[in-house]
Every structure is written in structure tokens, then in C-alpha cells.
């Protein structure tokens, strides 16, 4: 068992974690706020990826030498380009949708994340097959005692931890964080207070989004390559995570999706295709056992 | 003065107001009452936006608001204190009544206006920074006023609020609501508790499955044999 539990396995889970984690928490903000599972959000990550990649061969030439200014207009272009994304679908897809039946917004999510791999698949500039992404930053090994690690492994694990503290304090600290608990719990005691509750959910989803985005970019740089289907798998593991830590809940989706990114990677150790299956299992438990999730609030239904 | 004519609002298919006139003049207490599912919520409802009107119009001082949205009604002084009371659980009683000051620019003001509901309640006062959901029904009300205060509208439109209150704390309420009224805001008080909200208001409605029927002076209205029937238990 030592193989599977050491340090190299733990700090690989984390960084497993930490993609998850970005995507998982658009997943549930989205849903915390206007009750849709978002199915497009996988491909906010892929756009993201792709974004960073375009940005990166468009600024090049201009950055020689400075690698690190470099490397931050690569992580604004992939926020941007989820962010943005995002903003668009909810406005052209789901907004229309909002006072219909459920079911109308959620067959919708899996249109438009269609439409987004497929489109992309579609355009000439970019194609349906893998492109490698390129080296932002020189790639080193660091040796840890056993465990060799990748400065990208840990850049991942940063900057993840950076833009989550970043949310904690923006939802906890500032008015529009107050404003979107607020339109989560009860949206219609939220425009008796003066709030534009569309606008709030617009800008849910853009944090949402950009989150994806910057994910993209990190898990592009990291395993290297891109494709316009790398986020259906994500996307689907993110969800679970976000369902693992009970869905609508912000703590809950950050924690949901570490437990997954190590139980994935120390069940691939053992085996790889129980890595790849275990986060359904995960799944399955949960849903039979504590469906609400590990930090989901018991929903009373109203009467 | 807000005025209300010929109001109608369906849910779908179920006319839920069909005929509602009333008048709401300023620094007055006016008072709609009425039996469960004679549209006194809806009414609410459709003077601060969040149900659509399909019929009628309601004009405050002179300009037609009717179908506005909800968050728009805000800054033009339609302050809503919904049944239920609708606190946001888990945000503190202090974030709460600083949202209740969202769409006001100057900060300083609504921190003058927290203070004043601290005032006037010093029981929420002392909850500052507990989570509204952890309130009492009595604070919860309280807090729900108090959230109508800040927001500061000209009228104060009051949805119930002495459901499931304690007697004693119904009292306290009431009293608290015609110290409101006393500082210079109009305030339109939706009660199945009649005789408490006769004895305050000046004007009263009476509405029965979607219509206004009678209406006239608070003290008028108390008197009359129909409403003593039906809504005083006399």
C-alpha cells in the first residue's frame, strides 16, 4: 500500500483536486443560485484552454524574456474567454428559459455544450484533433524525499488556492457577494431589496465561468495537450464533486472535489481503470447515503 | 399618495384580484382587510412588481408605476415587507438590513437608517450579528420592518405582520408600526387581524374574493355590522 499512499500520490491528488475544484465551484454557484445543472460548464474550461493556447501564440512575440507577464495574460485570456462564454449562454440560452419548466433549462445546457465542442470541432482554426500546448514556463522536477514533482503540478495547486481564497473573501466580504446568498436563498425577498437579481446571476456566471476557464488553462499546461472534447470528462467529475459536497454549496464543491482528485488518483495507482471509474462509485454511494451531499443542507420541501 | 384602480392579476388561468380600488394618502395608515384568498398578498404583490398586473393601474404621486419590476420599485418609494417576513437565513441581521440599503448610493445614510431601526428594536439590536435564520418569529418580523425601514420608501407596504406572533408581541408590533407612521412614512397594512389594524389605521378596504367592497374610515368601518360579523367576531 505504501506505493499508493506517499507523498508523490497525495500532492498528484491535489493537483487533480485543484482542477476539479475550479470547475466544481462554477457547477454549484450556478446551481446555489438559479437551480440549473449547468452541462455546458465543462466546455467554459475547454474554451478556457483554448483561449490561453490562442493568446499564447498571438502575444509571444511580444513577451520574449518575460515569461511570467507572459504567462498572466495567458490566465486572464482563459478567464476571459470562460467568463465570457458564459455570460453569452446564460443570456442567449438560459435566461429565456428561466420561469419555464426546469427540464427545458437542463436539456438546453447539453445543446449548448454541444454546440460549443462540436462548433469548435468545426472551425477550421481549430479542429476536432489533439494539439499539444505549448511550454508558458520552463518545466521543472523538483525532488521532494521519493516523490518528483512538476513546478506545474504546483503552480496548479497555487493558483487554485489563490483564485478560491480570492471568492471566499469576495462572496463573504463584499456587497455583491452578500447580494448573491441573498438572491440564492430567496430571490424574490432579494428585488424587494432593490437587487437587479439577473444582474446578480450574470455575474455568477461569469465568476463561475472564468474559474472554468483558468482551469483549462492549468490542466493544458499541465498534461499538455488540448482538444474541444477535454471537458466532458472533467465536467462530469467536477459535477459529481459538486454533488459529493452537496450541490449549491461553496465549501462543500471545494471539498467534494479534493476527495476526488485523491481517491481518483490513489485508486489509479492501484489500478487505472479503477481511477477511471471510481468517481461514479463515489457516485453512486452518495447518492444512496447521503444524497443531499457531505455539506448539503437538508432541503425541506415547501409547502 | 398612491392610488390604485380597477387592479387585476391572474395566476394563469385563476383571477386571483378582479376588481381592487383603494387610495393610500400620505402620512396615513390604510388599512385592506379580508378573509384567506380574498387577494390581499396579491395586491401587495402587484404594487411592489413581483406579480405582473393584467389590468388596471397604480399610480404614486402622479406617475404610473403598474408593471414596473420589482428592484425598480425600490428607488421610487415602494418599500415591501412581504409575508413570511422572507430573511435571508443565513446572512446576518446586520448584513440584512445593509441589502435593504442596496440601491442606496450615499452608505452613510443607510448606516443612519440601521441605527434607527436599532432604535426602534433594540431586541434586533442585540442579534447584530447573530444569522437571521437563527431569529425568532417576533424578531424575524421585527427584522423584516426593519429592513423596510432602511429601504426608506415613502410607503411601507405591510404584509401580515402579526402572523404567528404572540399576543403580547402583536401588541409591540402594532405600536411599533404607529411609531413609523408617526415619523412621516404612509404605511398600507394588509391584516386578517382586523380589530388590531382597524384600531391603528385611518383608512380601511375590505376585500372579499378579489373585490373591494366596503371601505371607509378606520372607525367607520369597525362599526359596521358586516365587518363586525364577519371579520371582528362580534
Given at each position: 500500500?505504501?506505493?499508493?499512499?506517499?507523498?508523490?500520490?497525495?500532492?498528484?491528488?491535489?493537483?487533480?483536486?485543484?482542477?476539479?475544484?475550479?470547475?466544481?465551484?462554477?457547477?454549484?454557484?450556478?446551481?446555489?443560485?438559479?437551480?440549473?445543472?449547468?452541462?455546458?460548464?465543462?466546455?467554459?474550461?475547454?474554451?478556457?484552454?483554448?483561449?490561453?493556447?490562442?493568446?499564447?501564440?498571438?502575444?509571444?512575440?511580444?513577451?520574449?524574456?518575460?515569461?511570467?507577464?507572459?504567462?498572466?495574460?495567458?490566465?486572464?485570456?482563459?478567464?476571459?474567454?470562460?467568463?465570457?462564454?458564459?455570460?453569452?449562454?446564460?443570456?442567449?440560452?438560459?435566461?429565456?428559459?428561466?420561469?419555464?419548466?426546469?427540464?427545458?433549462?437542463?436539456?438546453?445546457?447539453?445543446?449548448?455544450?454541444?454546440f460549443l465542442e462540436y462548433f469548435l470541432s468545426a472551425l477550421p482554426a481549430v479542429g476536432p484533433s489533439y494539439r499539444s500546448f505549448p511550454d508558458i514556463l520552463p518545466r521543472v522536477n523538483i525532488n521532494l524525499g521519493n516523490a518528483v514533482i512538476s513546478n506545474y503540478v504546483i503552480i496548479d495547486i497555487v493558483i487554485a488556492a489563490?483564485?478560491?481564497?480570492?471568492?471566499?473573501?469576495?462572496?463573504?466580504?463584499?456587497?455583491?457577494?452578500?447580494?448573491?446568498?441573498?438572491?440564492?436563498?430567496?430571490?424574490?425577498?432579494?428585488?424587494?431589496?432593490?437587487?437587479?437579481?439577473?444582474?446578480?446571476?450574470?455575474?455568477?456566471?461569469?465568476?463561475?465561468?472564468?474559474?472554468?476557464?483558468?482551469?483549462?488553462?492549468?490542466?493544458?499546461?499541465?498534461?499538455?495537450?488540448?482538444?474541444?472534447?477535454?471537458?466532458?470528462?472533467?465536467?462530469?467529475?467536477?459535477?459529481?464533486?459538486?454533488?459529493?459536497?452537496?450541490?449549491?454549496?461553496?465549501?462543500?464543491?471545494?471539498?467534494?472535489?479534493?476527495?476526488?482528485?485523491?481517491?481518483?488518483?490513489?485508486?489509479?495507482?492501484?489500478?487505472?481503470?479503477?481511477?477511471?471509474?471510481?468517481?461514479?462509485?463515489?457516485?453512486?454511494?452518495?447518492?444512496?447515503?447521503?444524497?443531499?451531499?457531505?455539506?448539503?443542507?437538508?432541503?425541506?420541501?415547501?409547502? | 399618495?398612491?392610488?390604485?384602480?380597477?387592479?387585476?392579476?391572474?395566476?394563469?388561468?385563476?383571477?386571483?384580484?378582479?376588481?381592487?380600488?383603494?387610495?393610500?394618502?400620505?402620512?396615513?395608515?390604510?388599512?385592506?382587510?379580508?378573509?384567506?384568498?380574498?387577494?390581499?398578498?396579491?395586491?401587495?404583490?402587484?404594487?411592489?412588481?413581483?406579480?405582473?398586473?393584467?389590468?388596471?393601474?397604480?399610480?404614486?404621486?402622479?406617475?404610473?408605476?403598474?408593471?414596473?419590476?420589482?428592484?425598480?420599485?425600490?428607488?421610487?418609494?415602494?418599500?415591501?415587507?412581504?409575508?413570511?417576513?422572507?430573511?435571508?437565513?443565513?446572512?446576518?441581521?446586520?448584513?440584512?438590513?445593509?441589502?435593504?440599503?442596496?440601491?442606496?448610493?450615499?452608505?452613510?445614510?443607510?448606516?443612519?437608517?440601521?441605527?434607527?431601526?436599532?432604535?426602534?428594536?433594540?431586541?434586533?439590536?442585540?442579534?447584530?450579528?447573530?444569522?437571521?435564520?437563527?431569529?425568532?418569529?417576533?424578531?424575524?418580523?421585527?427584522?423584516?420592518?426593519?429592513?423596510?425601514?432602511?429601504?426608506?420608501?415613502?410607503?411601507?407596504?405591510?404584509?401580515?405582520?402579526?402572523?404567528?406572533?404572540?399576543?403580547?408581541?402583536?401588541?409591540?408590533?402594532?405600536?411599533?408600526?404607529?411609531?413609523?407612521?408617526?415619523?412621516?412614512?404612509?404605511?398600507?397594512?394588509?391584516?386578517q387581524n382586523a380589530a388590531e389594524a382597524l384600531d391603528i389605521a385611518d383608512f380601511a378596504y375590505v376585500l372579499e374574493v378579489g373585490y373591494t367592497t366596503l371601505h371607509g374610515p378606520a372607525k367607520e368601518i369597525a362599526k359596521d355590522p358586516r365587518v363586525r360579523e364577519a371579520y371582528l367576531g362580534v
Open positions: 500500500m505504501g506505493a499508493i499512499f506517499n507523498a508523490q500520490q497525495i500532492v498528484n491528488g491535489l493537483q487533480v483536486g485543484s482542477i476539479y475544484a475550479l470547475i466544481a465551484l462554477g457547477y454549484t454557484m450556478v446551481y446555489g443560485i438559479v437551480r440549473l445543472i449547468n452541462f455546458a460548464h465543462g466546455d467554459f474550461y475547454m474554451l478556457g484552454a483554448y483561449a490561453a493556447y490562442g493568446a499564447f501564440f498571438a502575444f509571444n512575440a511580444l513577451f520574449v524574456g518575460k515569461t511570467g507577464l507572459m504567462a498572466f495574460v495567458v490566465l486572464i485570456a482563459s478567464m476571459a474567454a470562460g467568463g465570457v462564454i458564459a455570460l453569452l449562454a446564460n443570456r442567449l440560452a438560459y435566461k429565456p428559459l428561466r420561469y419555464k419548466p426546469k427540464l427545458s433549462s437542463l436539456i438546453t445546457a447539453i445543446g449548448v455544450s454541444m489563490v483564485l478560491m481564497v480570492g471568492l471566499t473573501l469576495l462572496i463573504k466580504k463584499t456587497t455583491l457577494g452578500k447580494a448573491m446568498r441573498a438572491v440564492s436563498q430567496d430571490k424574490d425577498a432579494a428585488r424587494l431589496m432593490g437587487i437587479d437579481i439577473e444582474k446578480v446571476i450574470a455575474f455568477t456566471f461569469l465568476i463561475g465561468g472564468s474559474f472554468a476557464g483558468a482551469a483549462g488553462l492549468l490542466a493544458g499546461m499541465t498534461y499538455p495537450r488540448i482538444v474541444p472534447y477535454m471537458g466532458i470528462q472533467p465536467g462530469l467529475k467536477a459535477f459529481i464533486a459538486a454533488v459529493l459536497g452537496g450541490i449549491g454549496n461553496i465549501p462543500g464543491a471545494v471539498l467534494g472535489a479534493y476527495i476526488m482528485g485523491l481517491a481518483e488518483t490513489f485508486a489509479s495507482a492501484y489500478n487505472s481503470l479503477i481511477g477511471e471509474g471510481i468517481a461514479f462509485a463515489i457516485l453512486i454511494i452518495v447518492l444512496l447515503v447521503r444524497p443531499r451531499g457531505l455539506l448539503g443542507e437538508k432541503i425541506a420541501d415547501k409547502i | 399618495m398612491l392610488v390604485v384602480k380597477n387592479l387585476k392579476v391572474n395566476y394563469g388561468k385563476i383571477e386571483a384580484i378582479k376588481d381592487v380600488s383603494f387610495e393610500v394618502p400620505d402620512g396615513k395608515i390604510v388599512t385592506l382587510i379580508g378573509a384567506n384568498g380574498a387577494g390581499k398578498t396579491t395586491t401587495l404583490r402587484a404594487l411592489s412588481g413581483l406579480e405582473k398586473t393584467s389590468g388596471g393601474s397604480i399610480v404614486l404621486d402622479g406617475m404610473d408605476i403598474t408593471n414596473r419590476e420589482a428592484h425598480k420599485m425600490v428607488p421610487l418609494g415602494i418599500s415591501h415587507v412581504p409575508e413570511g417576513r422572507k430573511i435571508f437565513p443565513t446572512l446576518t441581521v446586520r448584513e440584512n438590513l445593509e441589502l435593504a440599503g442596496w440601491t442606496i448610493k450615499d452608505k452613510k445614510l443607510v448606516r443612519e437608517r440601521i441605527e434607527e431601526v436599532f432604535e426602534l428594536f433594540p431586541r434586533i439590536k442585540e442579534r447584530a450579528s447573530q444569522l437571521g435564520g437563527t431569529l425568532s418569529g417576533g424578531e424575524q418580523q421585527m427584522l423584516a420592518v426593519g429592513r423596510g425601514i432602511v429601504t426608506g420608501g415613502k410607503i411601507l407596504l405591510l404584509d401580515e405582520p402579526s402572523m404567528g406572533l404572540a399576543p403580547v408581541l402583536v401588541d409591540e408590533i402594532f405600536s411599533q408600526i404607529l411609531a413609523i407612521n408617526k415619523k412621516g412614512t404612509t404605511i398600507l397594512l394588509v391584516e
